[in-house]
């Protein structure tokens, strides 16, 4: 590479940088307080092993205890399991534990981008330093790099023939499941059933885990807490198909089925491409998303650059690596993201579908006919 594409590249990512930055100005100040979805990861370390992880009031009280301010949008919504990650920090103040919080973050979101594999480096800087929705998992103290991290780690060890161990790592992934309800047809769909045993496993593990943190009850704790209405506000900002289909529970079903053929479809002809519908359908079925969870998008628009082959499915992706649906989200116009994100997947199930259905006319070349094979000199009578 040239130094002026070298310099060109670089100006091309710090230009992301301040554009993000400059979004997101208004955020910092609630980044400095340390008010942050970091309250709830904190409280619900503090809850750990106290069978009360999923009692709201609980959760308040020690927020307003131990922070400061609570916040009923700010209850613990993860797994048990996961409190005890968050254990170690809760043990710390939390303003100081806030701050390791988001550089471990920070790092999290850096190790992303140097690990994953696959494509040109300059694509993967590229795409971090614009991705909007990654700058404000960050600013939110979200731990969506972490669940980047995971989805990293899993594609090198299956790239090196490690199947089951890159299943258990994904199995990490549950710390927002909600965005990868459409993997289990990728994995039956691609036949990866060493990595579904893996990822078994690991969703074992974590099971146990969670019933040693949150008590013999926490599923039925948990299940109704997920059903309060309380814990999914401003729903125009949600670039799900649930906010566009509120109060239609049969319209949402069917658009679920529908992303599921169409990663069916996808995932038939190309591993790549069909994980990258599964991860992007995967936002729109998801019952719960903001815009930071539009940076589990990163690995699948990377995956597109790297295999796509039509221009209008790349023309799409580099659309949803820019600022400009996820800003019109922001103010409450969630339908750019929707149909930049339903695109998407639509384009890569008819990319699929157009190049099976031309197979037969290369087969068709390669099976010689019936005059060619008969023999020399042999007229074939009609």
Not at 68 to 83: D, N, Q
Not at 348 to 354: G, I, K, N, Q, V
Request: with cysteine; glycine share 8%.
């Amino acid at each position: 590479m040239s130094k002026s594409a070298r310099v060109g590249i670089l100006a091309f990512c710090l230009a992301g940088l301040v554009t993000n930055a400059v979004t997101l100005a208004p955020a910092y100040e609630f980044l400095e307080r340390g008010q942050t979805d970091f309250m709830d990861l904190y409280a619900g370390g503090k809850l750990a092993f106290s069978g009360e992880l999923y009692v709201p009031a609980r959760v308040l009280e020690t927020e307003a205890r131990t922070e400061g301010r609570s916040s009923v949008t700010r209850l613990y919504m993860r797994l048990p399991c996961f409190a005890l990650f968050y254990w170690p920090l809760a043990l710390l103040p939390y303003r100081f534990a806030s701050a390791i919080w988001e550089v471990l973050s920070a790092l999290a979101a850096v190790a992303f981008a140097l690990m994953w594999s696959g494509s040109r480096r300059w694509h993967v800087v590229a795409a971090c330093c614009w991705s909007l929705p990654m700058f404000m998992a960050l600013a939110e103290g979200q731990d969506l790099s972490f669940v980047l991290l995971s989805v990293a780690i899993a594609a090198v060890l299956m790239r090196r023939k490690r199947p089951v161990t890159a299943g258990m790592v994904a199995s990490l992934c549950l710390l927002k499941f909600h965005l990868f309800l459409l993997i289990p047809i990728w994995i039956c769909t691609r036949r990866q059933w060493r990595f579904g045993r893996g990822l078994l496993v690991g969703c074992g593990v974590l099971g146990v885990l969670s019933f040693v943190a949150g008590g013999w009850a926490w599923p039925l704790h948990y299940w109704a807490l997920l059903r309060e209405p309380a814990n999914n506000p401003y729903l125009e900002l949600m670039p799900n198909l649930h906010s566009f289909l509120a109060g239609r529970p049969l319209a949402e079903i069917v658009s679920a089925g529908l992303l599921a053929c169409a990663v069916w479809l996808a995932a038939r002809r190309n591993g790549e491409l069909g994980l990258a519908a599964a991860l992007a359908g995967g936002i729109l079925a998801a019952p719960h998303a903001y815009m930071a969870d539009g940076a589990v998008l990163l690995p699948a628009l990377l995956l597109v650059m790297k295999s796509a082959t039509r221009v209008w499915t790349r023309v799409i992706s580099c659309y949803l690596l820019t600022p400009v649906p996820w800003v019109l989200l922001m103010i409450g116009l969630g339908a750019p993201v929707r149909l930049g994100l339903g695109a998407l997947v639509v384009s890569l199930a008819y990319s699929s579908r157009t190049a099976l259905r031309g197979i037969s006319m290369p087969l068709a070349r390669r099976i010689p006919s019936v005059a060619s094979s008969s023999r020399p000199g042999v007229a074939i009578q009609p």
